[in-house]
């Protein structure tokens, strides 16, 4: 498998929808650092975050992330949680869970021969 040479991050791949500011960036986008780690997987000009807030900081307001990958289907997790940080960590840790349950399931699982063949080189023929 070959390395991503440009692989997304949050500060590269977040945008701000309804509800926030571009002032509001820099915090939401340290509030999701820890996804940077799954996000590395995937090249940062194929990868979009979207966050918004409906009705912020009143009763019902609903946090939502949108996250696009190329070549797979949208994800897209919500929070109605009434805190605003909550809601934030409660649809990021979402999404880390969803990106990797679309890993696992475009993975071979048991099939030990197409996992390794995977990591062979191209040029390289397998023998059995």
Request: charged residues 35%.
């Amino acid at each position: 498998m070959s390395a991503v040479t440009d692989p997304a991050t949050v500060r590269e791949c977040l945008r701000v929808g309804a509800g926030f500011s571009q002032g509001d960036l820099n915090w939401i986008a340290e509030q999701f650092g820890t996804l940077d780690a799954r996000l590395a997987a995937f090249h940062a000009d194929s990868t979009e975050l979207e966050v918004s807030v409906k009705d912020r900081e009143a009763r019902g307001q609903k946090v939502t992330l949108e996250c696009w990958i190329a070549g797979r289907q949208k994800i897209v997790t919500t929070s109605a949680e009434e805190d605003l940080r909550a809601a934030l960590n409660d649809v990021r840790d979402d999404l880390r869970r969803k990106l990797n349950d679309s890993k696992t399931k475009q993975e071979p699982r048991h099939n030990r021969h197409l996992r390794e063949a995977g990591d062979l080189e191209p040029d390289v023929e397998l023998v059995e």
